[in-house]
Each structure stands twice: as structure tokens, then as C-alpha cells.
T-cell receptor, first 109, second 115 residues
Framework: KQEVTQIPAALSVPEGENLVLNCSFT??????LQWFRQDPGKGLTSLLL?????REQTSGRLNASLDKSSGRSTLYIAASQPGDSATYLCAVVPDKLIFGTGTRLQVFP | EAGVAQSPRYKIIEKRQSVAFWCNPISGHATLYWYQQILGQGPKLLIQ????????DSQLPKDRFSAERLKGVDSTLKIQPAKLEDSAVYLC?????????????FGPGTRLTVL
């Protein structure tokens, strides 16, 4: 059974810091891995999608890496801003989206 | 392009009452998903529709939950009777293609509180 774990569960950092969010999964048989952002009272917004054959994807200040063999992905956020405050969820796709429990990020000015 | 619409946004009911949620997917999206997100957890898939047929409902508690997607567009999710543990955010998502690895677009969710 696929299980997805995210560490840390919560993170509070000052504005401007570079930070790394971690995601691990137990079964490497996946089609892709996705990172989502969830703001309070809102749905999920897709940030990055990494195909199983890819090693990383970049979008603006965000960079996500995937190491299928070790069952790990990291989301790197450069020069964090207060507007980055949200919950970040990773999800893997064997046959359906299986989500981790999320990392709640707070960036303070 | 309009996003996935859901209503109501919030609902408070007492246990053993019934409740229904509505979802309107992005126009042209054949696949529709309902997820349950309990506080502090990631979303869990309840049911997936391809047009108006059910593809996966393996995690739907069928003794109390039901869902339909008439005419392959809008969908409703019903809980009858509700239990305390049903308190959660119910998210609807849609995608153009049916495979789960295609990008899904999520609605704002309905927050259900069962007292």
C-alpha cells in the first residue's frame, strides 16, 4: 500500500529564506509526483508535476526534484515571501492521486 | 475559463441528518472526482466518474455515502445519515482526460461540520 509522508508538518521562517520541503513515498511504481498549494478556505492549486522519467521541474522560484529509487521528492522555494504562506501537499500517482499530510508554511515579514 | 464550482461552501448539520453537495466541473472535462479531506490530513479519493459512469468508488462508504453524475456534467455527493467523523472538507476536481496522472483542477471545497 502506497504511503506518502511529508516532513516537517509545520515550518515558520522569516522572509527571504530559501527553504526545502520533503516528501517521501513507499512504492516507486508511480506515473508522476505532483506538488500542490492549499490556501485556507480554498481548493488545491497545482504547482509542479514531475513525470516518473524526469528528475526535476522548475517554475519561477519553485524547484521540485524526484528520486524514484529512494522514494523521495523535495520542493525548494527560493527567497520566500509572506505570500508563500500556505499548506503544501505532495501527491503520487500509481492509479490515483495519493496525498501526503502536508507541510504548513508560514513566512513572516 | 471558469474553474470548478462547488456549493454550498459551508454546512453545519447534526448527526443522523442528511446533506448533499453539488459540483460543476470545468466545461468539457469528462472526468470528475470527489475527495474527502479530514483536518490535518491530505485529501482522500472517494469516487471517480468518467462521463456519467463510475470508474473507482472503492473508498466510498456506500452504507451512507452516494454520488451521481447525471448527463455527465454536474455531480452531487450525498451523506445519509451523517456521523461525527464525516466532518471534513469535500473537494471536487475535474480533468479533461480520464487517467489519474493527468492534471486535475480542484474546486474550493465544501466544509462540513457534523455536531
Amino acid at each position: 500500500k502506497q504511503e506518502v509522508t511529508q516532513i516537517p508538518a509545520a515550518l515558520s521562517v522569516p522572509e527571504g529564506e530559501n527553504l526545502v520541503l520533503n516528501c517521501s513515498f513507499t512504492d516507486s511504481a508511480i506515473y508522476n509526483l505532483q506538488w500542490f498549494r492549499q490556501d485556507p478556505g480554498k481548493g488545491l492549486t497545482s504547482l509542479l508535476l514531475i513525470q516518473s522519467s524526469q528528475r526535476e521541474q522548475t517554475s519561477g522560484r519553485l524547484n521540485a526534484s524526484l528520486d524514484k529509487s529512494s522514494g523521495r521528492s523535495t520542493l525548494y522555494i527560493a527567497a520566500s515571501q509572506p505570500g508563500d504562506s500556505a499548506t503544501y501537499l505532495c501527491a503520487v500517482v500509481p492509479d490515483k492521486l495519493i496525498f501526503g499530510t502536508g507541510t504548513r508554511l508560514q513566512v513572516f515579514p | 475559463e471558469a474553474g470548478v464550482a462547488q456549493s454550498p461552501r459551508y454546512k453545519i448539520i447534526e448527526k443522523r441528518q442528511s446533506v448533499a453537495f453539488w459540483c460543476n466541473p470545468i466545461s468539457g472535462h469528462a472526468t470528475l472526482y470527489w475527495y474527502q479531506q479530514i483536518l490535518g490530513q491530505g485529501p482522500k479519493l472517494l469516487i471517480q466518474f468518467q462521463n456519467n459512469g463510475v470508474v473507482d468508488d472503492s473508498q466510498l462508504p456506500k452504507d451512507r455515502f452516494s454520488a451521481e453524475r447525471l448527463k455527465g456534467v454536474d455531480s452531487t455527493l450525498k451523506i445519509q445519515p451523517a456521523k461525527l467523523e464525516d466532518s471534513a472538507v469535500y473537494l471536487c476536481a475535474s480533468s479533461f482526460y480520464g487517467a489519474a496522472y493527468n492534471e486535475q483542477f480542484f474546486g474550493p471545497g465544501t466544509r462540513l461540520t457534523v455536531l
